[in-house]
């Protein structure tokens, strides 16, 4: 069966295969086995790659097999850039870790898509956009971070955080932040999200992104 994938992330099986975990078009968040050999060009299983691929499901794990993997699109417009290639790896790994295995939320896979997209075509102005997925992956996971749902998690950053969920999105992006503040209002957002899926989301690759903004 045809399917749409997200990469979310891999775990390296043996020397000639590798779990992709990822989330599906069609099964939600699901984990697939896949066979690589030395021409497999492992850039195809990126973080956030989406990719086609031909599934066989088995009655007798969870993990299903993927077999004939393409990618979807080039993203050439992140995979060209450091600062988006980091913020790819930030979504993702959140991702991985707020929706559990099996879960299939509607219109979740979608939005993942769309989000994926539009960061590709961004060619400025985008230094904000992972905290604006932040904040749209808590109403597809069937939140609300008003600023009122915020306040016990935002401190300081009370009305800075309530101005940036109400600003439309271009607002969003051009708000001015320095490095510290984004990765305050990160933290902030990764509580919130934490608290209401009921995940520990120790996400390590936010260092990353404070060492890129400084």
Known sequence: M???LIVLNTTKLGESALVL???SREHGRRSFVVKVSRRTPMS???PLNILEADVT????????RAGSVTA????????SNLHKNTMTLFMSEVLY???KDGAREEGLFEWCERSILTLDA???DFSNYHLRFLTELAVALGFSPSATDLAPFAGQYYKLLGDFVRAPFAEAMIMPMNGEVRNALAEILLRYIAHHSESSLNVQSLKVLRELYG
């Open 122 to 124: 961004m060619e400025r």
């Open 21 to 23: 975990h990822a989330l």
């Open 44 to 46: 195809l299983f990126l």
């Open 57 to 64: 499901e088995s009655p007798k794990s969870t993990l299903w």
């Open 2 to 4: 045809d399917s749409d």
């Open 72 to 79: 979807r699109y080039p993203l050439n417009g992140i995979r």
């Open 97 to 99: 870790r707020a929706v």
